[in-house]
Every structure is written in structure tokens, then in C-alpha cells.
């Protein structure tokens, strides 16, 4: 499914210096895999291990929906979002609302503007809407303020026993949102409780949005369970997953302190997103870590492209190429070539588009940027789950590595403890 | 129109420190104003220089696609279309062409993307269809590729005499794009020679699309001329537009090799990527550079907030504070208070980020990274040509500063004769 292209990243790392990680690459393995030091580590097994009536559930409800909605909110934060939403672009397209699909998906309760949420209201004016909110607790902000809104809006259109049959929940077990739903009737998905926000995507947290647009979701789960059997085993030789932990941590180690992400395709950037928190708040602590940047190319060469050529060398790239996309163009030939094109008259844009891959590459790692490249041939579901499993594990793997703890983020809590005392919350 | 608060940036460097850069500052000053030792430089004087019969043409040319068409398309890369769609997102909203909007706006050919050109030709059936092709040469690939697809769209449509009166080029006065132009009968906007792509949002570049979907144009210009006025003069006390240069030059020499560009609004997601390309182009070459980052907060506080907290600490930020916004939200009371949220019930949404905002102000600066904060009280035209030329002249100074060219991008040129030669393109 995914094959990792390390020779352009081997010019910048010998095999010794990778050989001589291997020690601490095995400890990381162990320390998730049978020592479970770091908690929590549901998303390991999550692919083996997930609860196939409440997968059937969220088919069966995505369905209901499909057939009676137009418009379908989803309201969360980090974790509770992204994960979705890459895989919504990802496996449709970015121009997903404009290509008449239905219902279409809107994505709020990550942000306070007030613009942003008084548009997506105008837009579900006369429609026929459904909410899903996503929240572990129920009672972080971002969501709790935009469920507010969106709640009193079906009220007041559909009354109270009418909006109930259009919330859907997905929270924790035990939390206030539950207790919530449960006195007012509104059907509910659980998060298992060993899953993190950001190693959540592949809980109802991110299926059910998916199912809605009409993915595949265990198609998704079928691609990360392959990855999960081909990244389980510790061996002689690293595995690619781990190899990509190794040779960025020694990176890190040479002062490589940020890494690009890059696609090709404007429909992975919400992907990109998704892997800057997984990183971000994995790596990012004790005065540590690789600071997670994005790039969509060619777009961006435009932009960074001069930085990442010419710049401060303290940069590493990761590319994700997809070669094949889902609607290839052939180039015409031009009467007065007055753009000097028609030496690709004939060939499909894809075609380029892989060839400018090719060539940045090559100008990247000429210009003292190692790249390392992952390889898809498709955009499938399969492949999508198997992407996610392949950096969920090589984040842990890569936080061990960096010494740091892959599965807590204290940091999150500082803003808000500030903005609790700004704002006279009780108890602040 | 902007106020600039450095007071939780000069917790970071002290006055003897801004003061000790001074005379570089002035020397960069000099280098701009008098000595005019790199170009081009026409941006400088272009709020007050500008054509004013070819902004009145841009006007009622706009005003015609407005009244007669469905779907305009915008055919660019990196400065040809970065600084239209950061107005237009800052200035109406990132949901735009969802808000029943006409014409519709779409940005093709800042990619290689088969995907993307075919849902936008799949979105454009059917529809009364203008575009706008913006290349300086009109031999750029990503745009010359795109250009193909949409010209023979339109002649398929239109015939060759009808698409020629949806066709607008915005190009170097003797370009191949201008020949082929006046050859066939397409309108055209000359963009004026002295000045460089990442610098053009003011010129027909920009203000073309803007005026497309109803920006007065004039009052961008005017909010510019008002920045030119207040950062031309070179005094006692340092502008703010030249103490931000100063203290972010300052900041780099501290290891602080990482500026994040934030904003409170989603709306304001391309203005930061309009910045990127600025500072990123400029700076970036001969080794050095701030690598330029961007964030939408709170949104992102759920994804690099960790890292930014807590993570390695060479980050700088820079928050750009739009007070109002155009419609604010009041929140409601909750009789069962689930979410905890009743203490703010009668506040608005918008009062509520504010206070998000200066809570991360405290809590990223105790964290130890020093943020510089431009308030702003409206997303208001005028307010937007004054941010866009407060940049604009605080990277030539800042590339100065650094001691590199801050007008030309060598680097971006790698890339392109690495894939000319894989492509077979003639003499390469």
C-alpha cells in the first residue's frame, strides 16, 4: 500500500548513524507495545480491536442521514475535527460543498468568530439540517459555545422532540454532554476511554462524519489494520514506520528543527492539518520537538519554495505523493503555442504533476533539505487508513525518541486557565 | 487605523537592544528611499503613483462581470492570486461562494492538480462563465496549463468570439500572454513593470478580482496611501512599522528562527498566506531567513498551541487583532447549564475571543515566546491596504536588515529547470 522512498533523506544520514539509533528505537517499541508506559494507547489495537455493532451503528445512522439532510454540522476542535475532515477532502475532494453532494458538511465549534458561525447559520436557513458535536467532555469552549447555537437553531425550527431526532453526540462515557444526551434523548456514539483526541480518527469520533459523506469507513479500518500488522513487528531491520521515526529524530538531532509537510493536491491540506496536531502536541514539550509545518506544491513553491531552496538549513521535508489522482486531464495542443506549451500537448497534467514531484526533489535535496517520500498509488480508503496508522505510530515511536511523553498535552491547558480568569468563570 | 503593541515582545529584547539597530534600520531606509539599491521597487509609491484611469477601468470592467456573470475564474500562482484571495476572504469571508455570492470565485492554476481543474470545469457547466488569467510572462506552467483548459472551455461554449469577451489578461506590457491578447481581442490590464510579483496586491494583480466581488478598491488604495504616509519618514523614535522589523530582526539574532502569523479569524487564513509568500520570498536565501508560519487561533491553540507553549523555544509570533467583527452573536441562557457555560450567557461571541486572544497573549509569553500584537478595530478596506503595505515595507526593511535582496527569489527557478528537463522541454 504505502512504500518509503529513504534515498533522498540517506544522503544527510549515514546507515551507521541510523544503526546506531536502533537501541532506542527498540525501547520505544517496547515502552508502547509491552510496557505501556505512556497511557493512553488505545488507538493501538483500535484497528483489531474496534467494536463492530457500534461501526454498524454509525453505517446505518450515516445512511438516515444521507437520505434526510442537506446540511450536516459537525462541531468540535483539534482531535475532535481534523481527523474527519482530512479524510472527507482526502477521499472527496476539497471542493467537497460545491460538487452538489448531499448532505453537505460544515465543520464549527473550532474557532470563537462570531462571523464564521452567524455564515454557516444563514447557510442552513430553510435546509434540512442534522449536528453532530464531538466532545469529550461537553464542556470545552469552542464546541459548547457553537452547540449552544446550533441547538436553539433546530429548536426553534424542528421544537424540541423534532431537534432531538437531529443531534447526534460523541463523547466519553461519563461526561456532562452524555448526561445531556441521555435526559434528552439524543442518540449518542462513546469514544472509547483509552483514545486520545488526536489519535482519534479512527473512533466514531472521526467515522461517523466520514460515513455520512459516504466513505467506506472499514475500508478505512481494513487499510490501518494492515498497517498495524506490518508495524507491530520489531525486527533486524527497522520497518519503514519506524525507519521514518529514526531518520527524523537524527535529523532533529543535526539541528533539523522543522519539518514540511507536502502534498501535491490541493485536497490534502486538511490531511497536513491533521498530522501538525498529531505531532504538535505529541512532540512539542519540555523545551523540545520538531516544529510541524505544511506545504501544498506546486501551489507553494510560489511561496515557500524560495526558503526551503535557499534558506536557514534547518529544515527536513516529508512528501506524500499519490500518483494517481481520480480525474486525469490530457493537455491540448495550442495553435500559436504563444504560452510555449505545446511540448506537452499529449500528456496529462498528472503526468506533470508527478514530474515537477520528481523535480523538486531533486532541487530540495540539492539544495541541503532532506526529503523523505511516501508513496500511494491511490486515493483510496484503504490507503487513507493505512496513512493514518502509519504516522500515529511512528509519532509515538518518534516522541520516545525525543524523550517526551506522546499522549498528554499540559500546554493546552495554559490559554485556557488565562482565559477562564478573563473571562470570571467560577473557580478561576 | 493600526496600533502596534510591542509590550509583550519588549519583555524579550530591551531598549538598549532596539536601540543598538538603529542606524541598520536607518541604513535600510536609505537603501529603499534614496539609494534604490534593489529593484523593483514601484511598489513603494504606488498608493500615491497609481493609474487612475486604469483603476476606473478595473472599476467598470468589474461591474459589468458582475452584472453578466456566473462563475469568474482566477488564473494565477503564488503573488498572482495570493493577495486577491487574502482580500476577498478578509474582506467578505472564507464561506464566500457559499453565501449565495455573484459571481462565484475560483483560484485555478496555483497548482499542477488534475482533480482540482476538472471539479472547477465540472462547477463552471452550465454557468455564465468569465476568467482572468494573471501572469507576468503568460508562460508560468501551473497558470499556462490552467489557461489551456478554461480557454477551450470557454471557446467550446462561446465560440472563439464570444469567449474572447470573457477573457481578461493582467500581464507585463510585452509579454507572449499580451501579444496573444491584442492578437485575439482579449481585454487586457498591464501590470507596471517596477513591480515584482509578491509586491503586486496593489496593482491591477490584485484589484481587479477584488473590485470583482464588490471591494471598493479605491478604499483599499486609500487605507495603503494612509500606511505610505505614516512609514516614509525616517525619525527620532522608530515607526512601528520599522520596530517591527527591527525587533523581529533582533529576534532571529536571539535564535527565535520561526514567525508564527495569527489570526482570530478564518477569514483571515490567506492573508497569513499572502504574508508567507512576502517574508518567505524576501528573506529566505543565502543561508538565512525567518522561516515564516502561519495559525488561525483558537482553532490552532487545539493543534500547535502544545508546541507553542511548551515546545522548542526559537518561535516568535505576530497577532493581528481585528476588534469587530461584522456580526456578532450573543449567547444564550441554558436552563440544565450541562456545558458549564452559563457564566457567559449575555456575553457575545466576539467578547469571548477577545479574551481568548489576550489570555494567549499572557500564557505564550510566560511560555517564553514574545509575541508583537497590530490592532486592527474592523476588517474594513481601508484597513486591509494598510496592513498589506505595513508588510510590504516591513520585509524590504527586514530583508535588508538580514542583509539579503529583499525583491528578487533566485531559488524558485530550481525547481522549474529540474522538471523542464524531465518534461523534455526544448532547450533544457
Not at 460538487?99 to 444563514?122: A, C, H
Not at 484503504?382 to 517526551?404: H, I, M, P, T, W
Amino acid at each position: 500500500m504505502l512504500s518509503v522512498d529513504f534515498s533522498f533523506a540517506e544522503r544527510f544520514v549515514s546507515g551507521e548513524q541510523i544503526k546506531s539509533i536502533y537501541d532506542e528505537v527498540f525501547q520505544a517499541h517496547k515502552k508502547i507495545h509491552e510496557d505501556k508506559v505512556f497511557e493512553p494507547i488505545g488507538w493501538l489495537d483500535l484497528p483489531k480491536k474496534y467494536d463492530k455493532k457500534v461501526v454498524d451503528e454509525i453505517i446505518i445512522e450515516a445512511q438516515n442521514i444521507r437520505k434526510n439532510c442537506d446540511v450536516f454540522i459537525v462541531i468540535g476542535i483539534g482531535g475532535s475535527y481534523l481527523g474527519a475532515r482530512a479524510a472527507i477532502e482526502f477521499l472527496h475532494s476539497n471542493n467537497y460543498n460545491l460538487l452538489e453532494n448531499t448532505p453537505k458538511i460544515f465543520f464549527v465549534g473550532n474557532s470563537i468568530s462570531s462571523d464564521e458561525l452567524y455564515e454557516i447559520m444563514q447557510i442552513c436557513k430553510n435546509k434540512s439540517v442534522c449536528i453532530n458535536v464531538i466532545s469529550k467532555s461537553g464542556t470545552t469552549t469552542e464546541p459548547a459555545i457553537a452547540f449552544r447555537f446550533f441547538r436553539d437553531f433546530l429548536e426553534s425550527v424542528y421544537g424540541k422532540s423534532g431537534a432531538k431526532e437531529r443531534i447526534y453526540c460523541t463523547t466519553d462515557s461519563g461526561s456532562n454532554l452524555k448526561k445531556l444526551a441521555d435526559e434528552m434523548g439524543y442518540k449518542t456514539f462513546i469514544i472509547p476511554q483509552n483514545i486520545g483526541g488526536r489519535y482519534s480518527v479512527l473512533s466514531p469520533v472521526g467515522l461517523f462524519p466520514m460515513a455520512v459523506t459516504g466513505i467506506d469507513v472499514k475500508k478505512v479500518l481494513g487499510g490501518a489494520l494492515n498497517a498495524l500488522t506490518d508495524y507491530s513487528i520489531y525486527g533486524e531491520n527497522l520497518n519503514d514506520c519506524y525507519k521514518y521515526a529514526a531518520i527524523r529524530n537524527l535529523f532533529y538531532r543535526q539541528g533539523k528543527v522543522t519539518e514540511i509537510m507536502v502534498g501535491y493536491h490541493p485536497k490534502m491540506h486538511y490531511f497536513t492539518e491533521w498530522w501538525k496536531q498529531l505531532f504538535g502536541e505529541s512532540e512539542g514539550k519540555n523545551g523540545r520537538g520538531i516544529f510541524p509545518a505544511s506545504a501544498i506544491f506546486s501551489t507553494d513553491l510560489h511561496s515557500l519554495g524560495q526558503y526551503i531552496q535557499q534558506g536557514l538549513r534547518n529544515l527536513f521535508e516529508t512528501v506524500i505523493n499519490v500518483k494517481k489522482t481520480n480525474n486525469d486531464l490530457i493537455i491540448s495542443e495550442s495553435q500559436n503555442n504563444a504560452d510555449g506549451l505545446n511540448y506537452l500537448s499529449g500528456k496529462s497534467v498528472n503526468f506533470v504533476n508527478q514530474k515537477a514531484l520528481e523535480a523538486t526533489l531533486l532541487a530540495h535535496t540539492n539544495g541541503g533539505v532532506p526529503n523523505i517520500v511516501l508513496n500511494l498509488d491511490s486515493f483510496s480508503e484503504e490507503n487513507f487508513g493505512y496513512l493514518v496508522y502509519f504516522f500515529e505510530k511512528a509519532c509515538a515511536v518518534s516522541a520516545c525518541l525525543l524523550g517526551v511523553n506522546p499522549f498528554n498535552q499540559p500546554g493546552v491547558e495554559n490559554y485556557k486557565k488565562e482565559m477562564f480568569k478573563l473571562l470570571g468563570k467560577p473557580n478561576f
